[in-house]
């Protein structure tokens, strides 16, 4: 580490993450302007984003993202980290290049490959996007129309080729607000009408990442994307980013106009969904959650003064929505009663004003406590 660099605590860093992701305070954005600002937004859940959203932006309404994924100017497909993200259309066809080396390589060394050994793979990607091009499909029945050609193969393998090797977009209905439907897919080339970006460019999305999730190392730009080679991409930018210290002494990279807030600035509670961004962009995720709980993501999760403190998930019968909230410690009075009344405001956002809304506490050791 070059010596004189500027150490940045890991309140300091937790500050800088959560203003960028629009935690600090609500943005006065449309939902396409924050989703390209979060260079993409975790989606296997399909209701993710619409609450990962409602968390970073004034006035958010399910229907804004509803209408972008309808009038196909946001997708759904598998992305960065080789996970499903939500993003919008010109950001899929210019960041779906980037990662597709790491989507080869995971299809060569999965046991789909293993299965399909000794064919003709682009036989198999040419025949499934001719499929495609007629209707969208779920891999399911893509797999078993492929079999009828290649009858000695297993047919969820077959389909599967699409997710690996080609951009492929999940349709709606899927992961549209108040609407179910399988996971059908179609190419993005052929669901958006144009192609893929030719000459993609790395350079650009670590400056996107660093505007979104920095100041941050090369390690940590590497675990958010899934590409390799990240310390020659920051080497090369070097001089035209700034560079401070962890506490441990890594050396940090980050925009020159990047905002850096007082380390003492007060953080609201946000109620963030499953696997959000947020707990999952950087090698070392202590900024926001604590190691002991880095495996807590796969429920929702709330950010108590700025750090994951526990996670919450919603029950629902009929007309009736219940919160159960899951913290780390137990909580006080005053913490108790902001999480109760901005859970209030969650189960209205989820489950809709007219039903009856509870939220409840579960503390580990001790009994389940109502919210009021």
């Not at 859940?45 to 958010?60: E, T």
């Not at 210019?94 to 060394?109: C, I, K, M």
């Not at 209707?135 to 077959?158: C, F, H, I, Y």
């Not at 000459?199 to 670590?206: C, G």
Request: proline letters at 6%; aromatic letters at 8%; charged letters at 25%.
């Amino acid at each position: 580490m070059p010596a004189g660099l500027k150490i940045l605590s890991r309140r300091a860093l937790n500050r800088a993450l959560l203003e960028r992701q629009h935690l600090l305070q609500r943005r006065r954005a449309s939902a396409l302007e924050e989703i390209e600002h979060l260079v993409g937004m975790q989606a296997q859940i399909p209701n993710s984003p619409y609450v990962g959203l409602w968390s970073r932006l004034d006035g958010f309404e399910p229907r804004q993202l509803g209408d972008l994924l309808t009038e196909r100017r946001a997708v759904r497909l598998g992305l960065m980290r080789n996970t499903v993200h939500l993003v919008s259309a010109r950001d899929c066809l210019r960041l779906r290049p980037l990662v597709q080396p790491l989507f080869e390589r995971s299809f060569a060394t999965s046991s789909i490959g293993r299965n399909l050994a000794g064919l003709e793979i682009q036989e198999v990607v040419a025949a499934a996007t001719e499929l495609l091009a007629k209707e969208p499909l779920t891999m399911g029945n893509l797999g078993r129309l492929l079999q009828k050609r290649w009858p000695d193969r297993d047919a969820v393998s077959l389909g599967y080729v699409i997710r690996y090797l080609v951009p492929a977009v999940q349709v709606p209905p899927r992961g549209v607000w108040g609407r179910s439907g399988q996971a059908k897919l179609a190419t993005a080339e052929q669901w958006l009408g144009r192609t893929v970006a030719r000459k993609p460019s790395v350079d650009a999305l670590v400056r996107r990442y660093l505007a979104a999730f920095g100041p941050a190392t090369p390690a940590d730009a590497s675990s958010w994307s899934g590409i390799g080679g990240m310390r020659a991409v920051f080497e090369r930018l070097r001089p035209t980013l700034r560079t401070y210290a962890d506490e441990a002494g890594h050396e940090l990279f980050d925009m020159p106009d990047a905002p850096l807030p007082d380390p003492d600035t007060t953080a609201p509670l946000r109620f963030l969904p499953e696997f959000d961004n947020i707990t999952l962009a950087h090698d070392d995720r202590t900024r926001v959650i604590a190691f002991e709980h880095r495996y807590v993501i796969s429920s929702g999760t709330y950010l108590l003064d700025g750090y994951v403190a526990g996670t919450w998930r919603i029950k629902r019968e009929r007309d009736h929505g219940l919160l159960s909230i899951q913290p780390f410690k137990r909580l006080g009075r005053v913490d108790r009663d902001e999480i109760a009344s901005q859970g209030e405001r969650l189960l209205q956002f989820v489950s809709g004003p007219n039903d009856k809304n509870d939220v409840e506490f579960t503390t580990p050791g001790f009994a389940k406590q109502a919210a009021r």
